[in-house]
């Protein structure tokens, strides 16, 4: 059993910043260390299919979807066991739910987390 938590969203203005944060749990981490995960987040806004942000394997290789490049970053702490994802320069089409994912094989989603840029 696998279970990702996202955190972090919320409402911002047009140009500011956000951090999601997507924690993972579950007992197959005592057999598989996190750290042989690939980790990434996709979006979905309302009307439309869910589609790739980014991604870093589990050797740290970054991967952007090329409307987020230059202005976010992933990051991952395996320590303790969470993906992140730094928002800049947020724009009113990056308005999503936004979902954390994990995959050695098999994936797993988390459930989600709002963010509405607005002004």
């Known amino acids: 059993q696998v279970q990702l938590v996202e955190s972090g969203g919320g409402l911002v203005q047009p140009g500011g910043s956000l951090r999601l944060s997507c924690a993972a749990s579950g007992t197959i981490f005592r057999i598989y260390a996190i750290s042989l995960y690939g980790m990434s987040w996709y979006r979905q806004a309302p009307g439309k299919q869910r589609e790739f942000v980014a991604a870093?394997?589990?050797?740290?290789?970054?991967n952007y979807a090329d409307f987020v490049k230059g202005r976010f970053t992933i990051s991952r702490d395996n320590a303790k066991n969470t993906v992140s994802l730094q928002m800049n320069s947020l724009k009113a089409e990056d308005t999503a739910v936004y979902y954390c994912n994990i995959e050695r094989g098999t994936e797993y989603w988390g459930q989600g987390t709002q963010v509405t840029v607005s002004s």
């Open positions: 870093i394997s589990s050797g740290g290789r970054t």
